[in-house]
């Protein structure tokens, strides 16, 4: 049984989720969850197969297993592409690129606000594609081309957590 799940087992009594409790999650989380522990409202949140937690109104998140502080900076970094954008907001998923707005998606990629992806034209980050479509304008998909680039963002994602996992564990 992964962490996470062990984490899900002890607090069966989850509280409903609040639009308050939704201001103090970083972008990067896949899932959480909200219930008491110890007397205090705490969230809990999954990074990969680890588990961090959180008392709002602190922004500040630890690591379940080892009790360790996440600083800001780690979490940013799990976001691809963040040292390529500006005005970054890591609660909200918003920045800047090339001075146009885009905002960052729940399907874990930056989009433009008429809903097209961001290409990037620098190298990317670590654990990010450096593969583009060519064909930008195009509505087209070929459901091949779809397949591989679901394939690329879960090996991107694999890579980004698995590095974000070792500079949790030290």
């Not at 007397?39 to 922004?59: D, L, M, Q, T, Y």
């Not at 500040?60 to 900076?73: P, Q, R």
């Not at 990010?128 to 070929?142: F, G, L, P, V």
């Not at 879960?154 to 957590?161: C, P, S």
Request: aromatic letters at 12%; glycine letters at 2%; hydrophobic letters at 30%.
């Amino acid at each position: 049984m992964i962490f996470w799940e062990k984490v899900l087992l002890k607090y069966p009594t989850k509280l409903q989720a609040s639009e308050e409790d939704a201001k103090y999650l970083p972008i990067v989380f896949s899932k959480w969850f909200v219930a008491y522990d110890q007397g205090e409202r705490v969230i809990f949140a999954r990074i990969h197969n680890n588990c961090v937690w959180s008392i709002p109104p602190s922004k500040t998140w630890t690591n379940y297993d080892t009790s360790k502080d996440i600083s800001l900076e780690t979490l940013t970094d799990l976001v691809p592409y963040f040292h390529q954008v500006t005005d970054f907001d890591l609660y909200i998923g918003r920045a800047k690129y090339n001075n146009k707005d885009i905002i960052w998606t729940p399907i874990h990629q930056w989009k433009y606000h008429n809903n097209r992806t961001v290409h990037f034209n620098e190298t990317p980050t670590e654990g990010t594609n450096s593969k583009h479509s060519s064909d930008e304008a195009s509505n087209k998909s070929n459901p091949d081309e779809d397949t591989a680039q679901v394939e690329d963002l879960l090996r991107q994602a694999e890579t980004t957590v698995t590095s974000a996992i070792q500079k949790l564990s030290s």
